[in-house]
C-alpha cells in the first residue's frame, strides 16, 4: 500500500473556504470511518474528507486537486464490495451524501432526475408514489446511492426481465477531474449525438469523473407482483428448471437461489420457515397483470416439479414476498453470522453454465480448506460466492485467495467474467488483464488519462 | 455475558467482528440523519471502536469522545443488523471505558449517585408529592410464579400518577413491593457497566419471579442481565391475553366501564403511541402496547414512532440541543398525525415528548400506557392528562 500523499495546512484552508469549514474533516479519529467501505481487508486512512453541497464546490475541489496533485475518492454509501472507495493513496475522500434532493419524477416522460447522494430505496418509494419503478434493486438499496449505483452500475434481483443500472440512466451531470461540467445525454432515450459517454461514465468506479447529477428512466410500476420458493436436492437441478423456465418463453422478474449453507444463514437469521434440508432454494416471482403473473407462477412451479424439486409454494400475499426477496437480500450479512468475516464474491457465468459452475466453486473451495457459500441470480447467470474466515486467520484468508483466484478463472473458462455486478475496484484489479487482455487495459488507461490528465481521481483502480 | 478483558483492549472481540460494515444500518440511525456524516453512524462508530482496539486512535481522542456521548443509544441499528451486531453491548463497553472517572460529565455523575442513594430521591419525592406504594396482599394465582410491580425510581417520584396506574391497572394479580431500588440501567448505559449490572442482580434477588415494570428501558437492562423470561414490560404483561383486554385481565374486580373504551366529546379518543427505543429495539415489544391502545381507544400510527424521541435515557439532560434537534420531526409527525394523546412505555419518552409538546402550546397531550389503561378501567370518559 503506498504512503499518503498527505493534505497540508493550506490545502485545509483551500477546501474550508471551498465547501465550509464544517464540511472538512481532518483530524483522524474523524477521517477514520471513511477508511474503509463495505469491502474486508482494504483501508486506509485518507488525508481529508470533504461534503460538498453543490456541483460548483464539487467543481472547485476537483480543480484545486488537479491543480496540487492529490487524490479524490468520489463516495456514496460506501457499500460498495470492491473496495471502489477505499481512498489507497490518501487524499481527500468527496463524500456526496449531502446532495441528496430528488430533483423531478416526471410521470409523462417516465424519468427521474436527481442529486447522486439519493439513496435507491428513497428513489423507488418516491416513483411508487406515483405510480412509477425504477427498476434496479442491488440488495443494499435501503443504503446505497443512485450515484454509487450508476458508478458501479449495479445490479440486483430484477436483473433478468429488467436490466441493470446501465439501462435506465438517460443522462448525467459529470464534473471532469480538470474541473469542467459537462452534460452527457438527457432526457430523450433515442439520442446518438457523440460516443456513448453516459454508459461509459455509467460503471467507471469513479475513475472517470464525479457524477452531481442523473436523469434516470422509470417504469409504469406493475399492477401485481408475487413469487414462490423451490427446493431441490442439489442445485444442478434448481439449474435444470431455470433453464425449463427460460425455454418455456418464460422472463420472470425473480430467480434467485441459494445453496444450502446459504438457506441455513438466512432462516437463522430472518426466521421464514425455509426447508433448512434443501441443497438449493430457488426463489421465483414475477409482476405485472395479475392473471399473468398466476400463469407464470403455476408453470414455474409444474417445470420445478417436472425437474425433481422437493416441494413448492407460491405466496399468496404480496407482504409475504417482499419477505422472500427481503431474505434473499440479506443473504451476504446473514451468512456474516458464520463467521466474524465474509468475503464476497461476484463471478458470472452464462446462464446454462450456472450449475456446473457452483460445483466448480464447491471443489476449489473443498481444495483449499475453505467454507464457502454461494447465492445469486439464476436467472442471469450472477453467483456470489462467499467466504467465511476469521480476520486474523491469515493463512485462511490466504487460501481464500487463492481459491478466488482459482474461481475467476473457472467462471472465465466457462465464459463469464470476474465480476457481474459489484464493480472492479481495488480488489479485482488483479485478475482484470486476464479477463479483458493487455490491450484492452492499455486502452482503458488511455481512456482514463484523456479524462484526468493528472490522475488524481480514485488513483489505483481502474485505469490507473 | 460477555466482557472485555481487564487492562486489555476495550471491546470484547466477538462483539465486534461480528460488524461486516455492510452500512444497512446507516437509514436507521437518527444521528446519521442529522448529519449524514460516517462517524455518526453506527458502521461509522463502530470503526472507531476498532481504531481503538487496534491503537489506531486512543479512546480519548476527542472525535472518540464526542461519538460516544452523541449516540443516542437507541439501539435502532440493532433491529435492521442481518449480521447481528450487539450495537447496544458494544456501546456500553465503549462508555465504561471511555467515561471513567473524570471524564464522566458532572451531571451525570450527580444523577447517577442520586439514583442509587434512596435519600436522595426521597428528597426529591417530597418536592414532587412522590406516589408511595403500599404493600398488597397478593392473590397470585396458585401454581404460577409470583410477579412484582416495579415502579421506577425516578418515575414515582417526577410521574407518580404514572406509578398509581400501575398499581391500579395490574389490580391484585401482583405484588407491589416499597422501595425496590434503582434497576441500574442508566448506570449500565453511561459507563457504570458492572454497577449497572450489579444493581439489576440485586433487585433481582429482592425480586423473585417476574417484574413488571412500566419502563421500556429498565425492562430492557433488566431481561439483558436477569434473562428475559423474568421481566415483562405493563403492556407485554396486560396483552398476554390480548382477546380479552381490558374485560378480562381489568374486569377481576369489576371497576371496568361498560365497553373499557376511552371516549372524549362522543367519539372515541385517538391514541398514537411513541415506542420506546429499548422496548422496541432491544426486547421486540411493539405489537403489545399497540394491541392495548387499541382496545381502549382509537389506535392513530405516528409516522416514525419507532424512532428515538432524543430523551434517550440521560441523552436530554447531557446533550440538550441535539436532543431538541432530534425531536424536531416527531413532533412535527404527531401534530400532522391528528391524534388527542400521544402514549408513552418510558419515562423519559414521556419528559422529552410532553415538554417538547408544551412548548409548541399543542393541544395533543401525553399519557403513560398504565394512565390510560388506568382511565379505561376507572371506566367513563376519560380526560387524559
Known amino acids: 500500500m503506498q504512503r499518503n500523499v498527505g493534505v497540508d495546512d493550506r490545502t485545509v484552508g483551500r477546501l474550508e473556504s471551498i465547501v465550509g469549514a464544517e464540511h472538512v474533516r481532518t483530524t483522524a479519529g474523524a477521517v477514520a470511518p471513511y477508511a474503509r467501505d463495505a469491502t474486508p481487508l482494504f483501508h486506509q486512512m485518507p488525508d481529508a474528507v470533504v461534503h460538498p453541497g453543490t456541483t460548483d464546490e464539487v467543481a472547485q475541489v476537483l480543480r484545486f486537486a488537479t491543480e496540487t496533485g492529490s487524490p479524490v ?91 441493470v443500472t446501465r439501462n435506465y440512466v438517460l443522462g448525467l ?14 432526457r430523450l432515450w433515442k439520442d446518438v449525438a457523440g460516443y456513448d459517454l453516459t454508459r461509459l461514465l455509467t460503471g467507471s468506479e469513479g475513475t472517470l469523473g464525479v457524477i452531481t447529477e442523473a436523469t434516470v428512466a422509470l417504469l409504469p410500476l406493475p399492477a401485481h407482483s408475487a413469487c414462490g420458493v423451490a427446493y431441490f436436492p442439489a442445485l444442478a437441478d434448481a439449474g435444470r428448471a431455470v433453464a425449463g423456465v427460460i425455454a418455456a418463453g418464460i422472463v420472470p422478474a425473480t430467480l434467485e437461489f441459494l445453496d444450502n449453507r446459504c438457506i441455513n444463514a438466512v432462516e437463522d437469521y430472518a426466521g421464514l420457515g425455509l426447508r433448512r434440508d434443501a441443497g438449493a432454494l430457488l426463489l421465483f416471482g414475477d409482476d405485472g397483470d395479475p392473471d399473468r403473473v398466476a400463469v407464470h407462477l403455476a408453470r414455474i412451479s409444474e417445470i420445478c416439479l417436472g425437474e425433481g424439486a422437493l416441494d413448492v409454494t407460491t405466496a399468496k400475499e404480496v407482504a409475504e ?31 446454462p453454465r450456472l450449475a456446473e459452475m457452483v460445483a466448480r466453486i464447491d471443489a476449489i473451495a473443498d481444495r483449499h480448506d475453505v ?16 467466504c467465511v474466515l476469521h480476520p486474523d486467520d491469515t493463512d485462511a484468508i490466504e487460501r481464500a485467495h487463492k481459491a478466488f483466484g482459482e474461481v475467476f478463472r473457472a467462471a472465465m473458462e466457462l465464459g463469464g467474467t470476474i465480476s457481474g455486478e459489484h464493480g472492479i475496484g481495488a480488489s479485482k484489479l488483479p485478475y482484470l488483464v486476464e479477463r479483458l487482455g493487455p490491450a484492452q487495459v492499455d486502452l482503458l488507461r488511455r481512456v482514463k488519462t484523456a479524462f484526468d490528465p493528472a490522475g488524481i481521481l480514485n488513483p489505483g483502480k481502474l485505469g490507473s | 455475558m460477555t466482557g472485555a478483558e481487564p487492562g486489555g483492549p476495550p471491546f470484547s472481540p466477538e462483539l465486534l467482528d461480528r460488524c461486516i460494515s455492510c452500512g444497512f444500518c446507516l437509514p436507521a440511525c437518527p444521528t446519521y440523519a442529522l448529519t449524514q456524516e460516517e462517524a455518526s453512524s453506527p458502521r461509522g462508530r463502530i470503526t472507531l471502536m476498532r481504531a481503538v482496539q487496534t491503537g489506531l486512535l486512543p479512546l480519548a481522542a476527542p472525535e472518540v469522545t ?20 450487539r450495537y447496544g453491548a458494544l456501546l456500553e463497553e465503549w462508555r465504561d471505558a471511555g467515561w471513567s472517572g473524570g471524564r464522566r460529565p458532572l451531571r451525570l455523575r450527580a444523577l447517577l449517585l442520586a439514583a442509587r442513594q434512596r435519600w436522595a430521591l426521597g428528597l426529591l419525592g417530597r418536592l414532587r408529592r412522590a406516589a408511595s406504594p403500599r404493600r398488597r396482599s397478593t392473590s397470585a394465582m396458585a401454581g404460577e410464579l409470583r410477579s412484582h410491580l416495579l415502579l421506577g425510581c425516578f418515575e414515582r417520584i417526577l410521574y407518580p400518577a404514572v406509578s398509581r396506574s400501575a398499581v391500579a391497572v ?22 457504570e457497566l458492572e454497577r449497572g449490572r450489579a444493581m439489576a442482580r440485586r433487585l433481582g434477588d429482592a425480586l423473585p419471579g417476574r417484574i413488571v415494570t412500566t419502563s421500556g428501558g429498565c425492562a430492557a437492562h433488566l431481561a439483558e442481565v436477569l434473562g428475559r423470561d423474568r421481566v415483562a414490560e405493563l403492556s407485554e404483561w396486560l396483552a398476554a391475553d390480548p382477546d380479552t383486554l381490558p374485560v378480562g385481565r381489568l374486569s377481576t374486580d369489576g371497576r371496568l366501564s361498560t365497553d373499557g373504551r376511552l371516549s ?43 424512532r428515538c424521541c432524543g430523551a434517550a435515557g440521560t441523552y436530554s439532560m447531557l446533550r440538550p440541543d441535539d436532543s431538541r434537534r432530534i425531536l424536531a420531526g416527531k413532533l412535527d409527525a404527531i401534530e400532522a398525525a391528528g391524534v388527542d394523546v400521544v402514549a408513552v412505555v418510558n419515562p423519559g419518552c414521556y419528559r422529552q415528548v410532553r415538554a417538547g409538546l408544551r412548548s409548541r402550546r399543542s393541544p395533543v397531550r401525553v399519557a403513560h400506557l398504565a394512565e390510560l389503561v388506568a382511565a379505561a378501567y376507572a371506566g367513563g370518559n376519560q380526560r387524559a392528562r
Open chain 2, 170 to 191: 395490574t389490580g391484585g394479580a401482583v405484588e407491589v413491593p416499597a422501595g425496590t431500588g434503582c434497576c441500574g440501567a442508566l448506570h449500565a448505559h453511561n459507563g
Open chain 2, 66 to 85: 464526542e461519538q460516544s456521548s452523541f449516540c443516542l443509544g437507541c439501539r435502532a441499528c440493532e433491529v435492521v443488523c442481518p449480521a447481528g451486531v
Open chain 2, 264 to 306: 372524549t366529546d362522543g367519539r372515541p379518543v385517538r391514541v398514537g403511541l411513541q415506542d420506546s427505543c429499548h422496548l422496541r429495539n432491544g426486547l421486540g415489544v411493539a405489537a403489545q402496547p399497540r394491541a392495548v391502545l387499541g382496545r381502549i381507544a382509537e389506535y392513530v400510527e405516528i409516522p416514525g414512532a419507532d
Open chain 1, 173 to 186: 451531470e459529470v464534473v471532469l477531474p480538470t474541473g469542467e461540467v459537462i452534460r452527457t445525454g438527457g
Open chain 1, 73 to 163: 475518492v468520489p463516495r456514496g454509501a460506501g457499500s460498495n464490495l470492491c473496495a471502489a472507495t477505499v481512498p489507497l493513496r490518501g487524499g481527500i475522500v468527496l463524500v456526496l451524501t449531502r446532495m441528496n434532493r430528488i430533483l423531478e419524477i416526471s410521470a409523462a416522460e417516465l424519468l427521474a432526475v436527481c442529486q447522486p447522494g439519493v439513496a435507491n430505496a428513497t428513489l423507488g418509494a418516491a416513483a411508487a408514489e406515483r405510480g412509477l419503478l425504477y427498476a434496479p434493486d442491488p440488495g443494499s438499496r435501503v443504503v446505497s446511492t443512485i450515484g454509487g449505483n450508476i458508478s458501479t452500475c449495479a445490479g440486483g434481483l430484477r436483473g433478468l426481465k429488467y436490466g
Open chain 1, 321 to 351: 414476498s417482499e419477505a422472500l426477496l427481503a431474505a434473499r437480500r440479506c443473504s451476504l450479512p446473514a451468512l456474516a453470522r458464520l463467521g466474524p468475516m465474509a468475503i464476497l464474491e461476484d463471478a458470472t457465468v452464462p446462464r
Open chain 1, 371 to 386: 467454507v464457502i457459500g454461494t447465492f445469486g441470480h439464476a436467472g442471469d447467470g450472477n453467483l456470489h460466492p462467499t
